[in-house]
């Protein structure tokens, strides 16, 4: 599966548990530790918790394990790391805060459509 591959897998499982506004960050040339962002949206933490699930299901069908997650637990915002593909479930509120879109706005912005 390439990067690509991997990048569309992680906002289709988002997508299939009513993920919104996902978008792709083509991190390359900006961040040294990762090619794409995953940023997606949910109205609660137990959907945060679900669209996490389903990436990490989805994937691994695929083969393809996560390296490190953070913030399950408390649901606002939690990270997947796929080592070339970051994935980022926030509630909104969360991500209105933090602002991933603006604080790396050098970055290439696709919007995912189911």
Partial sequence: ???EEMSQAICKAA???KARDIVIMDMKGISSSTDYFVVCSANTAT???AIADNIEEELAKEGVAFN???GYREG???LLDFGDVIAH???QEA???YALERLWGDAELTT???
């Fill in 47 to 49: 959907q945060v918790r």
């Fill in 112 to 114: 995912y459509e189911d």
């Fill in 1 to 3: 599966m390439t990067i």
């Fill in 76 to 78: 606002e915002w939690v």
């Fill in 15 to 17: 997508s299939d548990k």
């Fill in 89 to 91: 479930v926030f509630m």
């Fill in 68 to 70: 490190h997650k953070e």
């Fill in 95 to 97: 991500r209105e805060y």
